[in-house]
Nanobody
Framework: VQLQESGPGLVKPSQTLSLTCTVS??????????WGWIRQPPGKGLEWMGA???????YYSPSLKSRTSISRDTSKNQFTLQLSSVTPEDIAVYYC????????????WGQGTQVTVSS
C-alpha cells in the first residue's frame, strides 16, 4: 500500500489549504479501513486532524472540526483535506495515513508534505 500527498507547499493566511492523498495498492472503499490526516508542526508532536471511513463517514478532531473537511473521489482512489482560514499556526508537515478497523494506530503513512503559511 502506498499513500502520496500532493498540494501546494505555500498558502496565504486566511486562505484554504487543500491537500490530496492518492492511494495505490488498496481501495479507499475497502471495508473497515479509514483514511486520515495527521500533521506535525515544527518542534511539536503529531496532531490527528480527521479521517474518512470506507463508507464515507467522516470524523474530525474537535479542535479543528470547524475548519476541516475531508472528502474523497472513489473514481481516482483519492481523499482530500481542506483546512480553511489558515494561520501561521497551521505550518506543519502533513501526512495522510491508513487505519484498519479503528482510528487508533495508522499502519501506513505517506511521506509527508511540508505546508507553510505566509503572505
Amino acid at each position: 500500500v502506498q499513500l502520496q500527498e500532493s498540494g501546494p507547499g505555500l498558502v496565504k493566511p486566511s486562505q484554504t489549504l487543500s491537500l490530496t492523498c492518492t492511494v495505490s495498492g488498496d481501495s479507499i472503499t475497502t471495508n473497515y479501513y479509514y483514511w486520515g490526516w495527521i500533521r506535525q508542526p515544527p518542534g511539536k508532536g503529531l496532531e490527528w486532524m480527521g479521517a474518512i471511513a470506507w463508507s464515507g463517514s467522516t470524523y474530525y478532531s474537535p479542535s479543528l472540526k470547524s475548519r476541516t473537511s475531508i472528502s474523497r473521489d472513489t473514481s481516482k482512489n483519492q481523499f482530500t483535506l481542506q483546512l480553511s482560514s489558515v494561520t501561521p499556526e497551521d505550518i506543519a508537515v502533513y501526512y495522510c495515513v491508513r487505519y484498519h478497523r479503528s482510528i487508533i494506530a495508522a499502519d501506513y503513512w505517506g511521506q509527508g508534505t511540508q505546508v507553510t503559511v505566509s503572505s
